[in-house]
Nanobody
Framework: VQLQASGGGLVQTGDSLRLSCAAS????????LGWFRQAPGKEREFVATISRSGTVTYYANSVKGRITISRDNAKNTVYLQMNSVRPEDTAVYYCGASAGVVTTVNRIGFWGQGTQVTVSS
């Protein structure tokens, strides 16, 4: 499956932003999807994941209550709604696909290219 992330940009603290990741290729609904992020000088870290049906989601503690992951299998797209963004949310955001719900980088089978999110204070 090929993944294409979009929606990043420069925003201010407290703003909202929605990232999208469109998939093509193999059946989108066969994969769990996840969002990860990588800040400068840091390792890529888990943000959120959603099951194939969309009924199960998990979030990193640092984003709970502010970020929501969702998917539209008819549109082959997964979303990351980011509310009340903070400077520490600044990173390149990556979407990834896996056979099941995972929260670790090394279990992602397919990666999309990243989209930059920059939050100014």
């Amino acid at each position: 499956v090929q993944l294409q992330a979009s929606g990043g940009g420069l925003v201010q603290t407290g703003d909202s932003l929605r990232l999208s990741c469109a998939a093509s290729g193999r059946s989108f609904s066969n994969y769990a999807l996840g969002w990860f992020r990588q800040a400068p000088g840091k390792e890529r870290e888990f943000v959120a994941t959603i099951s194939r049906s969309g009924t199960v989601t998990y979030y990193a503690n640092s984003v709970k209550g502010r970020i929501t992951i969702s998917r539209d299998n008819a549109k082959n797209t997964v979303y990351l709604q980011m509310n009340s963004v903070r400077p520490e949310d600044t990173a390149v955001y990556y979407c990834g696909a896996s056979a099941g719900v995972v929260t670790t980088v090394n279990r992602i089978g397919f990666w999309g290219q990243g989209t930059q999110v920059t939050v100014s204070s």
